[in-house]
């Protein structure tokens, strides 16, 4: 732990990332601006309040708030470190496309109150360049101040690339004990941010240059989508060749060195889905393997459409309850999720036979509008629903037990309920993936 003043902080951008990464800085007693473009996300925080969904995230803004440690604000403010949180979008292209421009737009304010002495952290997840494109940017805004680069060998600001790879529902305690790549526009700007790094993260922070950073969290992503899509290539394989995928992957990972993935209706989330496609934009010949993986993933919710129906359509008149709209198990994150896809693509033919179970929603997202689908519970499901179509792993659906279910024909596409095979003699059918 470092005895020096504790430097003053601004991470700009409150989302799913920035607000735990604020809250845990300031937890380390650093003071900390938050900023956000949204007035209402800035009077939510300074009430001690949130706008996400986050394991222990209410308490710790609530404590640090109160403490005067994390305050928010809709304008930019000095500080001595700046972490930039914001999202990278694709462009409206078409092409997948990546847009970098809430990050320059970040870049830009940051450079209205930049002081020499000062750091600037890139975290957002960025296509392999885009630090050294901000460093230009601040270069052009600020020529008063020297930037890190090729010919300036002791420059006024520091700037970095620490990209975060924390994981939805344990977000504060992966950013505290996950290990970080932090890439350095040079080595020297590397050591500055992991003197501030090495303020709240317990893992091992390892520094590298800037392009390297940047490439390593897309590899990450990219390396989990293609390790996910040969599971969801296994079960389309499997269906056509008569073989329950599910028995295939557990027998073949008794396998000392093998250890596939769990197929499910696709992938979902704002990382996994998208991060992939900023390599393949980045060099196009050489990444097929990586573009086959994610059109393989994409077309694995398109099979999940196509065999859903045609049980729908066996069972005619019966109600279809589908279990789950979240991207993945147990978190109420519904963003880029193949769940909601699948079931709002139903519903959207089949109408109010169509029942959802989400106990994760409120209320039907916008998708299900006008289709006449109903939000039901899963006790309601299991009495009334005579075909079901299981999308998400909630932990509320794997304790189901066979007797409450077994009466239906069943759409396992997440094989939560192995033993639906093993009853030979019940009304119901299993799909195996
Ligand atoms: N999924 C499967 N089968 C599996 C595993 C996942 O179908 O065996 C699906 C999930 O259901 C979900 C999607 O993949 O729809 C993504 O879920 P995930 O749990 O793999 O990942 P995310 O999107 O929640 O978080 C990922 C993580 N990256 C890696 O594990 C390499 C996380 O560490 C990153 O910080 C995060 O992306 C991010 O922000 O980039």
């Known amino acids: 732990m470092f005895v020096d003043k504790k430097p003053a902080v601004c991470v700009i951008g409150l989302g799913y990332i920035g607000l735990p990464t604020a809250a845990t800085i300031a937890r380390a007693e650093c003071p900390v601006i938050g900023i956000d473009v949204s007035e209402k996300v800035v009077e939510t925080i300074n009430r001690g309040e949130i706008h996400i969904e986050e394991v222990d995230l209410d308490a710790l803004v609530q404590a640090v708030v109160r403490r005067g440690t994390l305050k928010a604000s809709t304008e930019m403010q000095a500080a001595d470190v700046f972490v930039i949180a914001v999202p990278t979008p694709f462009e409206h292209d078409g092409n997948h496309t990546p847009d970098t421009s809430y990050v320059m737009a970040a870049a830009k304010e940051v450079a209205g109150v930049l002081k020499a002495g000062d750091t600037i952290i890139l975290e957002s997840t960025s296509p392999v360049g885009t630090t050294e494109a901000m460093r230009d940017l601040l270069a052009d805004l600020r020529p008063d101040l020297r930037m890190p680069g090729a010919d300036q060998d002791k420059p006024d600001v520091a700037i970095a690339y620490c990209p975060e790879r924390v994981l939805p529902g344990r977000i504060l305690e992966e950013l505290t004990h996950n290990d970080r790549s932090i890439g350095g526009i040079t080595?020297?700007?590397?050591?500055?941010?992991l003197a501030f790094y090495k303020r709240f993260v317990k893992g091992a922070c390892i520094t590298t240059d800037a392009r390297s950073a940047e490439m390593t969290k897309l590899v990450e992503n990219a390396y989990r989508d293609v390790n996910i899509a040969f599971a969801n290539e296994l079960s389309m394989v499997s269906d056509a060749m008569g073989l329950d995928v599910w028995e295939v992957i557990r027998l073949a990972n008794r396998h000392p060195r093998v250890n596939i993935l769990q197929p499910g209706p696709g992938v979902g989330g704002h990382c996994i889905a998208v991060d992939p496609w900023f390599i393949v934009n980045g060099a196009p010949e050489q990444?097929?393997?990586?573009?086959?993986?994610?059109?393989?993933n994409v077309g694995k919710t398109h099979h999940v459409i196509e065999k859903a129906r045609q049980l729908i359509a066996e069972?005619?008149?019966?109600?279809?309850?589908?279990?789950?709209?979240?991207?993945?198990?147990?978190?109420?994150?519904?963003?880029?999720?193949?769940?909601?896809?699948?079931a709002a693509s139903l519903a959207r033919e089949f109408g109010e036979r169509i029942r959802i179970v989400e106990p994760y929603a409120a209320e039907l997202p916008i998708e299900f509008t006008d289709t006449g689908a109903a939000l039901i519970d899963i006790d309601t499901a299991l009495e009334t629903c005579g075909?079901?179509?299981?999308?998400?792993?909630?932990?509320?659906?794997?304790?189901?037990?066979?007797?409450?279910?077994?009466h239906a024909a069943i759409y396992d596409t997440r094989g939560i309920w192995p033993d639906?095979?093993?009853?030979?003699?019940?009304?119901g059918l299993r799909l195996a993936s």
Not at 187 to 193: F, H, I, L, N, S
């Open 187 to 193: 080595p020297r700007c590397a050591r500055k941010a």
């Open 287 to 296: 990444s097929r393997l990586i573009r086959t993986g994610r059109e393989v």
């Open 315 to 342: 069972n005619e008149g019966v109600p279809v309850g589908c279990l789950g709209l979240a991207f993945k198990a147990n978190i109420d994150d519904f963003r880029e999720s193949p769940a909601l896809e699948v």
């Open 387 to 406: 075909v079901l179509i299981v999308l998400v792993d909630h932990d509320l659906f794997k304790v189901v037990p066979a007797e409450e279910r077994n």
């Open 420 to 427: 639906a095979q093993e009853k030979p003699g019940r009304p």
